[in-house]
């Protein structure tokens, strides 16, 4: 059975970059620093970092003392932009099934589907990647 809600762990890992550079905004932080803060593959973060380069999040120096950066003020940036960098439109998933088995309007959930849909949604596109960021609970490692 599919997620009710896809977030993928590159968007998840979207997030964590973000907010830990947000955090540390006079730092550059290098992927393999990430990658081993986050417990997760470098080769993978790299490729989420590459997509917040590309969509004008981040900028990046190679060499030694380079990294990444946020280029962006996080209280101007929302988790929905984050989000759609990565993974695209956020889409509404109208069946838990993960293909039409009713026409929508009997739903066995009642509607659910789209409520979650809508309340996550909200959260995205309301809430700036500031409050991630003073929410993020790494310590001080970088």
Excluded: W
Aim: proline share 3%; charged share 25%.
């Amino acid at each position: 059975m599919p997620n009710a809600i896809k977030l993928s762990d590159a968007s998840s890992l979207a997030f964590h970059a973000t907010a830990l550079l947000a955090r540390h905004r006079e730092t550059r932080i290098s992927a393999t620093k990430m990658a081993e803060m986050f417990n997760a593959s470098e080769h993978t973060l790299a490729k989420v970092m590459h997509d917040l380069v590309k969509a004008g999040f981040v900028d990046s120096v190679r060499g030694a003392g380079g990294g990444f950066s946020l280029i962006r003020e996080p209280k101007k940036v929302t988790l929905l932009e984050i989000y759609e960098a990565i993974d695209g439109p956020l889409r509404e998933q109208h069946c838990l099934l993960g293909k039409p088995a009713c026409d929508g309007e009997h739903c066995v959930m009642q509607g659910l589907m789209g409520k979650l849909h809508q309340e996550l949604y909200g959260y995205f596109a309301n809430t700036h990647l500031d409050v991630l960021a003073r929410e993020m609970n790494l310590g001080d490692a970088v």
